[in-house]
T-cell receptor
């Protein structure tokens, strides 16, 4: 089954404790992306990647890191989480054939709480 | 900075009623997409509109892209409880590979 998987689905942590949220897709997609979703703000793009070793900042990259060492994986790293990073996070992937019309496929989300 | 504003933010209607959701910007977009998100899940693409003035229909849902490609609307005819969810519009920021999402419209259809 074609899908985007994220782990963990739920995470409660404390300020300053490094964490990684994993994202994997099995559709051989070039483009992968991370979003955060907060009430009233919609989805905001954190980072995106157009191919292996190619990443770029979205609108809210501060406090986050990413890497794309393999095509299928795109982990999101919070080196020193803070309470304002408490949010619902989504990973997404797409073919990258035409950015205007590509379909993004989203993972199920990771709910992160930073105390 | 390109922004997409959606209205209304919340909508609660009775089954069988019609409704329209709006997605507006002061910037031109080369395309706009509409997604629906259900609780506990990620957004799912409904439609993409590319040409100014374009109208697309998906069963009871009608999507329109403004002539100037700065706005879009989603019209639902005879809403059903299964239409309940968060509706999001999205586009790509011109000259970049970044996606911009609207603030969302949370729809609840009561049986």
């Amino acid at each position: 089954e074609a899908q985007v998987t994220q782990n963990p689905r739920y995470l409660i942590t404390v300020t300053g404790k490094k964490l990684t949220v994993t994202c994997s897709q099995n559709m051989n997609h070039e483009y992968m992306s991370w979003y955060r979703q907060d009430p009233g703000l919609g989805l905001r793009q954190i980072y995106y990647s157009m191919n292996v070793e190619v990443t770029d900042k979205g609108d809210v990259p501060e406090g986050y890191k990413v890497s794309r060492k393999e095509k299928r994986n795109f982990p999101l790293i919070l080196e020193s989480p803070s309470p304002n990073q408490t949010s619902l996070y989504f990973c997404a992937s797409s073919l990258f054939s035409d950015i205007r019309t590509d379909t993004q496929y989203f993972g199920p989300g990771t709910r992160l709480t930073v105390l | 900075t390109q922004l997409l504003e959606q209205s209304p933010q919340f909508l609660s209607i009775q089954e069988g009623e019609n409704l329209t959701v709006y997605c507006n910007s002061s910037s031109v977009f080369s395309s706009l997409q509409w997604y629906r998100q259900e609780p506990g899940e990620g957004p799912v693409l409904l439609v993409t509109v590319v040409t100014g003035g374009e109208v697309k229909k998906l069963k009871r849902l009608t999507f329109q892209f403004g002539d100037a490609r700065k706005d879009s609307s989603l019209h639902i005819t005879a809403a059903q409880p299964g239409d309940t969810g968060l509706y999001l519009c999205a586009g790509t920021a011109s000259g970049t590979y970044k996606y911009i999402f609207g603030t969302g419209t949370r729809l609840k259809v009561l049986a």
